[in-house]
């Protein structure tokens, strides 16, 4: 039986801090099974989980001194909740492992504490029919963990709610912030080339300058998009997340664009700055409705909803956009 510690190692810390940034993300899974937290015997609690690293970490690091079975599913690497919606954290799986285990023969009770999160994706009745073990739901936060088995498998109303302060969205950041970069680093150097050459015409200091400002000017919509509209998020307006990342787009384009040309304004200048006004929030709100997958402000009919009308408006935007931007080069 494979047995674990509630201490993690600084190679555990190291490959959390990556996978928070989006580096071997998809491949940060342990093996699904069951494994052997302290020295449990066949009176100590189940406790249910999802391969990926993270959430095993989460767990075991939350038990320190504790004797518990963890058995953890195979859910293609995806954390509990996303799990349970994408159907791999489910009731078959459940059952499967259980079976695959011999978790009845090592243990003499009948009863799996499961993440409330896991929820949507299990039927606690058919697990119960299909294996005769009863499925308890657990806390919502593993720090909950050690007070939930304490008082008899009883959550309080605080271990129920879900919140989402500023600092559970700041550590959602990176993977979404990291994933837009990604892009970037496509867009931004042809981007930067292709405003270098047009505007080299005017002399290969204006071309570097304008070239530069593009650069600037597709980061700045990135990190509107990526970490302004996460943290403010519960303070802009509107509930679609789209609209909040417009918005800030907005905002945050008439500043820069502000800063960079002040009162010094020709015709080509001017349909520079309404080009810019089109792509920055178009792009920015692309990247803000990309967090709807992380937040819990939102339901999978929601976002749909929200990608059939939003979508083809930031596209719009961004050709309208790029097609100004073009043209404000031959004027100039």
């Known amino acids: 039986m494979p047995q674990v510690s509630s201490s993690l190692t600084w190679a555990d810390r190291l490959g959390t801090f990556k996978a928070r940034w989006g580096i071997g993300r998809m491949h940060y899974t342990v093996d699904p099974g069951l494994y052997a937290l302290g020295e449990p015997d066949e009176k100590s609690p189940v406790l249910v989980t999802a391969n990926y690293k993270m959430s095993f970490d989460k767990l075991r690091e939350s038990l320190p001194g504790r004797n518990v079975w963890i058995l953890v599913l195979d859910t293609k690497g995806i954390n509990v909740w996303c799990a349970a919606g994408k159907g791999t954290f489910g009731t078959r799986e459940i059952v499967s492992r259980i079976e695959s285990s011999g978790l009845s023969q090592i243990v003499s009770h009948r009863e799996l504490i499961l993440p409330q999160l896991s929820g949507p994706g299990v039927a606690a009745h058919e697990v119960k029919r299909l294996s005769g073990f009863k499925v308890v739901y657990g806390p919502i936060q593993a720090k909950d963990l050690t007070n939930f088995l304490d008082n008899g498998l009883k959550a309080s109303p605080e271990m129920r709610l879900k919140t989402f302060t500023i600092w559970e969205r700041i550590v959602l950041i990176p993977m979404e912030l990291m994933a837009a970069l990604k892009a970037g680093i496509i867009i931004i150097p042809i981007l930067f080339l292709i405003t270098f050459f047009l505007g080299s015409r005017e002399g290969w200091a204006n071309g570097m300058n304008h070239g530069l400002f593009s650069v600037l000017a597709i980061l700045v919509a990135i990190l509107t998009g ?12 509107g509930r679609a997340f789209s ?3 417009l918005i800030m787009g907005v905002l945050t384009g008439l500043t820069l664009l502000s800063f960079y ?3 010094w304004i020709t015709n080509g200048s001017r349909l520079q700055i309404i080009a810019w006004l089109f792509l920055i929030p178009a792009l920015s709100a692309f990247i803000a409705m990309n967090f709807t997958g992380a937040s819990t402000y939102t339901s999978l009919s929601g976002v749909k909803k929200e990608m059939r009308w939003a979508l083809p408006l930031e596209i719009s935007g ?14 100039a």
Do not use: D
Not at 226 to 237: Q, V
């Open 226 to 237: 990526a970490i302004l509209t996460p943290l403010l998020l519960p303070w802009l307006p």
């Open 243 to 245: 609209v909040k990342g």
């Open 261 to 263: 040309y002040g009162n």
């Open 318 to 331: 961004g050709i309208v956009g790029l097609i100004l931007w073009f043209g404000s080069h031959f004027i």
